[in-house]
């Protein structure tokens, strides 16, 4: 299980384990907290042409689905 921690994942880099429409690294380019501090939003950016996704925060704690950094 990668170690993610909702206050750090603001410009965070991961790499998709299978490419998300042929694109592998990411940032976390957005994080939106609602009223009780837990992450309502997180949008992450492909490096290579700046398209964004948004995704639920704690699927980047699977290893399966993506890596911490860029490999």
């Known amino acids: 299980m990668n170690p993610v921690h909702p206050k750090k994942l603001l410009n965070s880099k991961w790499t998709a384990s299978t490419p998300v ?4 690294h990411f940032s976390v380019c957005q994080v939106e907290y609602d009223e009780d501090q837990k992450v ?26 993506w890596r911490q950094g860029w490999v």
Request: net charge neutral.
């Open 21 to 24: 429409n042929k694109l592998k």
């Open 40 to 65: 309502s939003l997180c949008i992450l950016r492909a490096e290579y042409n700046a398209e964004e996704l948004a995704i639920d925060w704690r699927q980047l704690k699977d290893p399966t689905l």
